[in-house]
């Protein structure tokens, strides 16, 4: 998978974890906020109908529960190793949205990282960050 950048957001899902409530385990059934995991819009067919990143001009690979994607915070260069637990985020409802840091940036919500993942890459008060997405 080559790399795409975009937008990197975060949700809970689980048990209780830092700022999360107890909630849904996910669309896998392995979500919990503490660990290393993400949801990914294109992680089913059912998945993609709802997530539709295509009406925003942005192409992701079809991957399932599991599959580990690294994603890098373009404002400080950290980099986190997560597996999919869930699908998201909800693309389509952000087309256009933009994070950026100095002159770096990116457009369209392509992953959700739980708490505990995206605190390892940025604060999670930023809510947001450029990000860049990959398989290797």
């Known amino acids: 998978m080559a790399a795409v950048t975009g937008e990197v957001s975060w949700f809970c899902c689980g048990s209780a974890w830092g700022p999360c409530a107890s909630t849904g385990r996910g669309a896998c059934g392995t979500c919990t906020s503490g660990n290393y995991q993400h949801a990914w819009p294109n992680a089913s067919a059912a998945c993609l109908a709802i ?65 505990a993942a995206y605190s390892a890459i940025a604060s999670l008060s930023t809510g947001l960050r450029p990000c860049s997405v990959d398989s290797v």
């Open 51 to 115: 997530t539709r990143p295509d009406t925003c001009g942005t192409s992701l690979s079809r991957r399932t529960c599991g599959f580990v994607h690294y994603t890098t915070n373009l404002c400080n260069g950290a980099r986190v190793g997560t597996s999919i637990a869930d699908c998201g985020p909800q693309t389509d409802l952000f087309c256009g949205e933009r994070a950026c840091c100095g002159s770096s940036c990116g457009t369209n919500r392509i992953i959700d990282l739980t708490p």
